[in-house]
T-cell receptor, first 116, second 112 residues
Framework: DTGVSQNPRHKITKRGQNVTFRCDPI?????LYWYRQTLGQGPEFLTY????????KSRLLSDRFSAERPKGSFSTLEIQRTEQGDSAMYLC??????????????FGPGTRLTVL | AQTVTQSQPEMSVQEAETVTLSCTYD???????LFWYKQPPSRQMILVIR??????QNATENRFSVNFQKAAKSFSLKISDSQLGDAAMYFC?????????FGQGTELSVKP
């Protein structure tokens, strides 16, 4: 399978704990995106990377959130001191970088986070 | 700011018939792409079709086609010969500086 993969698929945690999610993009893709999707809503952009550089962060990404892509391959999204409002599906997508504005993003299966 | 609006939270279609899902958007960009994604229950989002804004011709992918009206900023999806496997949430999206702005989705059910 050469698609976007995400781990874990499900995560249940208690409020105040830290969690980390991983995304492995399609191998030749230079761009990697993180989105958050709450029940019944469309995905909302969080941040994206061009290789290892984080180029943009949404204001939705509070100081408790941090994302990395250290070697320009896989990426991690960490949430510190989780809150119940962080409960959502976290989606990762990747794309080629021939022209960012017109690029097609391919999505992973997502990580569903439940904060108790 | 760009916005995407899907005014139909739910739609229903009989198997083998045709259904159209609506989407309007707002953008200040002159060149952009529009997308329809499908998200089956508990499954990942997959690309259905994409449209380049500078192209007059409407995109088509097998049973899926779009009606793109640039002046009206309208981008509807037509599904012909609907199948049970088409049942899913459908999201319209516009590409803004690399990131996607999504609508709230339309839940499509297909009746046998």
């Amino acid at each position: 399978d050469t698609g976007v993969s995400q781990n874990p698929r499900h995560k249940i945690t208690k409020r105040g704990q830290n969690v980390t999610f991983r995304c492995d993009p399609i191998s030749e893709h230079n761009r990697l995106y993180w989105y958050r999707q709450t029940l019944g809503q469309g995905p909302e952009f969080l941040t994206y990377f061009q290789n290892e550089a984080q180029l943009e962060k949404s204001r939705l990404l509070s100081d408790r959130f941090s994302a990395e892509r250290p070697k320009g391959s896989f990426s991690t999204l960490e949430i510190q001191r989780t809150e119940q409002g962080d409960s959502a599906m976290y989606l990762c997508a990747s794309s080629l970088d021939y022209r960012a504005e017109t690029d097609t993003q391919y999505f992973g299966p997502g990580t569903r986070l439940t904060v108790l | 700011a760009q916005t995407v609006t899907q005014s139909q939270p739910e739609m229903s279609v009989q198997e083998a018939e045709t259904v159209t899902l609506s989407c309007t958007y707002d953008t200040s960009e002159s060149d952009y792409y529009l997308f329809w994604y499908k998200q089956p229950p508990s499954r990942q989002m997959i690309l259905v079709i994409r449209q380049e804004a500078y192209k007059q011709q409407n995109a088509t992918e097998n049973r899926f086609s779009v009606n793109f009206q640039k002046a009206a900023k309208s981008f509807s999806l037509k599904i012909s010969d609907s199948q049970l496997g088409d049942a899913a949430m459908y999201f319209c999206a516009v590409n803004q500086g690399g990131k996607l702005i999504f609508g709230q989705g339309t839940e499509l059910s297909v009746k046998p």
